[in-house]
């Protein structure tokens, strides 16, 4: 074969150590950099490009603080296992102390401790977090009726959540992800451009997603700026 996809965090965390001798792409992950895929987005060395759903933290963050101004305790929910993990530990780690926030995690390996760890979370923080991981996005349902009950709200690192009742997310468009990978892997396989002149490529312009039920029943009022950006759900 001329060229292999590699999908999930896990594929670049795969290819970090994999040394591959034809042109290989990765998509539905996060920066592939933090996984050891590369050392570069912009000229990637060796046999690996693609796309990132990566959204700056800095980025989110100015997003989460206009939302929520108020707000002194972060929780973040995280599965153990997922290469994802300790990235977005780090990283939401980091913007909380920068922004003098407390943090906290939840970093679980299953679905009852993470039912249970959040229960217990959600006494201790002003906004839960749910991070890109699989076990945090798949039982997101199951999380929040604890938040709910305790008027917690809930903000995702992704846009899907937000549609299954998540308060706020910001999220990447994957549809555009899909055809920008698309285009980077004619690049590289049809058109022969050099891997190190094929970046890996984000959404320029990420969602601010809101759950327009879920606002009215926490009776909060977000302001006109971000209403005006947001997709509604």
Sequence with gaps: MDGIVFL????????ATANPKIPCFVGATNNPVDLGAMKSLQAPEGNVTGVTYYVPYDKRFEIIMQLFPNIKRVGLVVELADP?????QQATRSQCARL??????VVASDLKRLIDETNQLADNVDL???SNTRLAMEFTTSLLPIANTKKIPVFSY???PVKQGVLAGMGVDEAK???MLAQSVVDVIVNRKPIARVPVKMDPDPAICINEGMMKSLGLKFPDAILKRAVFY
Aim: hydrophobic residues 45%; aromatic residues 8%; glycine residues 10%.
């Design 8 to 15: 999930d965090s896990t594929g670049a965390e795969f290819l």
């Design 158 to 160: 992704a846009s899907e």
């Design 84 to 88: 994802s993990g300790l990235i977005e």
């Design 128 to 130: 839960i977090i749910i």
């Design 100 to 105: 003098n926030l407390k943090y906290s995690d």
């Design 177 to 179: 992800l899909g055809a």
